[in-house]
């Protein structure tokens, strides 16, 4: 008990916090959220006065709300399995309220509580709101808020929306004003689950903590970059809202355009949040726009078909629960684009994302141009890759070189060899989970790592000619690529000569392990 006791209140330095979680029922809760905040209490990183409100619409008592939750918090902490004495302390902490969130009353009950907790704690609390609910409330319960008057104190009032953030560009506008009308900018946290991990931050401490990289980082050194986020999974339980959202709306919106902003801004002046969005919004600014008449040039499409992952046959998308039968979804995205200043004129960003390809796989690429005068004799360099430098983000965390190094031998070969860096090995602590780092940025008032509206904005601004132009020209050859592949052929048109999708890191290390290593 003393153990438990130390680890609640250990810190003591954050302020009292509410967090209110509509849609508290759900599975984002379950899955996500609740073991999160359970992981930050067990780190030490929960303020000694806190509670958690789940707010939904079903008939639930604590105690069965809690023990949802204590299935939940078991199957995904990075902790495992709960000890009784750890989870009996935090669950204390977790009440559940019904309510309908079209209902005023919902709201003015949630404002009693509030003040009963302040009461009670002899302190002013935190008041953080988050919407773990489908995309059609996200307008609602804001409005609500602001009715109820739970929005009014700037300093302690926060609200956390999850994607998407709209649909098109009309209505992240509509959503954004909404939003706008009832809290101010700063209090509005726009999550991106992809920034809470650990090598997507580490991006800006590699390029501007290393003297190594950053002269290197431009057209001059770079011969292009390539941005991949796949998945060996299709749709999964998700086809009703997939369905109607597809690959760019669901993952190049959002997660590539932010890796993106990360791979390709200016470096900042200080690490105050508004400054290094500000580099953020310049990278969207800067980025090349998509004419209509160009769409069908730098941006291809594709739907999976079935096929064979991990060696057992799975469905085409197209006979995925909750699809349509001749539904014209995209479930693969190819871009290739560029971004036009100083620093990356004629360099070409390709980004790709897909569901049921060969193998999970989150990275960024680097590659670097070819040395100006190849003075090694032909027979040499048979095996000869370009330098690389590769950021890998799923499934393993780290950063890779790929570099040519001669052969052990007489003769003089050239070989790809790698220096590798790995978060798990390298420095022998799990990563916390993505939610937990956004979570404790939001009870810290840090909107670093979070979204604002006129970035947002500027990425929908960039793909709605996209949206456009194949909503008026429906695609004619869907599905047009295997389950289990890397997707449609025609992504290989967006590559210039020279250039070429990579193979995921460890498919890379892999392959050499199996052979291939016999002098040449």
């Not at 059609?136 to 602001?146: A, D, H, V, W």
């Not at 509509?174 to 650990?198: M, P, T, W």
């Not at 726009?289 to 085409?316: A, F």
């Not at 602590?429 to 500027?458: C, G, H, I």
Request: with cysteine; net charge neutral.
């Amino acid at each position: 008990m003393g153990e438990t006791v130390r680890v609640m209140k250990a810190n003591d330095q954050l302020e009292p916090t509410v967090f209110v979680i509509f849609g508290g029922a759900g599975d984002l809760t379950w899955r996500k959220l609740v073991p999160a905040l359970f992981d930050l209490s067990q780190d030490r990183s929960m303020p000694a006065d806190f509670s958690v409100i789940a707010v939904d619409r079903i008939d639930l008592s604590d105690e069965k709300l809690r023990r949802r939750l204590h299935d939940g918090v078991n199957q995904f902490s990075r902790f495992g399995k709960t000890k009784a004495a750890a989870w009996n302390e935090f669950a204390r902490h977790i009440h559940y309220q019904k309510g309908d969130f079209k209902k005023l009353e919902t709201y003015r009950a949630l404002g009693k509580q509030c003040a009963k907790l302040e009461k009670e704690w002899g302190a002013k609390v935190h008041r953080i709101f988050y919407m773990a609910t489908p995309p059609s409330m996200f307008g609602e319960i804001p409005k609500y808020l602001g009715k109820a008057g739970l929005a009014r104190d700037r300093e302690w009032a926060r609200i956390v929306v999850e994607k998407p953030i709209g649909y098109d560009l009309a209505s992240a506008l509509a959503l954004n004003g909404i939003l706008a009308a009832n809290f101010e900018e700063s209090q509005i946290f726009r999550i991106d689950h992809y920034l809470g991990k650990e090598t997507v931050q580490n991006i800006l401490a590699f390029r501007f903590a290393n003297p190594l990289f950053e002269p290197i980082w431009n057209r001059r050194y770079v011969e292009c970059v390539t941005i991949t986020a796949v998945e060996a999974v299709g749709v999964e339980h998700r086809g009703g809202y997939y369905d109607h959202a597809g690959a760019l709306r669901d993952m190049v919106q959002n997660h590539l355009m932010q890796l993106l902003c990360l791979v390709a801004m200016e470096p900042m002046v200080s690490f105050e949040a508004d400054e290094i969005r500000n580099k953020k919004v310049d990278v969207l600014h800067a980025v090349r726009p998509i004419h209509r008449d160009e769409v069908h040039q730098c941006v291809v499409r594709g739907q999976y078909g079935p096929g064979w992952v991990d060696g057992k046959k799975v469905p085409g998308y197209r006979e995925e629960d909750d699809v349509a039968p001749d539904s014209q979804t995209e479930t693969f995205v190819a871009l290739r684009l560029f971004l036009d200043n100083w620093r990356w004129q004629g360099v070409p960003f390709y980004l790709r994302t897909g569901k049921r390809l060969t193998r999970q796989a989150s990275e960024i690429s680097i590659q670097f141009r070819g040395v100006p005068h190849q003075a090694f004799p032909a027979e040499s360099t048979l095996d000869w890759q370009s330098s690389r430098l590769v950021m890998s983000i799923q499934p393993d965390e780290g950063i890779v070189q790929c570099f040519q190094a001669k052969y052990p031998g007489a003769k003089m070969h050239l070989r790809s060899v790698e220096m590798q860096f790995n978060y798990q090995t390298a420095f022998a602590v799990q990563s916390p989970d993505a939610y937990e780092t956004l979570l404790w940025d939001v009870m810290k008032n840090d909107a670093t790592l979070f979204m604002r509206a006129d970035q947002v904005e500027a990425a929908w601004q960039l793909l709605m000619p996209v949206l456009e132009v194949w909503a008026e020209a429906p695609p004619s050859d869907f599905p047009n690529y295997a389950a289990g592949t890397w997707g449609p052929e025609d992504a290989q048109s967006l590559l210039a000569q020279g250039h070429s999708w990579p193979l995921p890191t460890e498919l890379v290390s892999r392959r050499r392990k199996k052979g291939k290593t016999s002098e040449p």
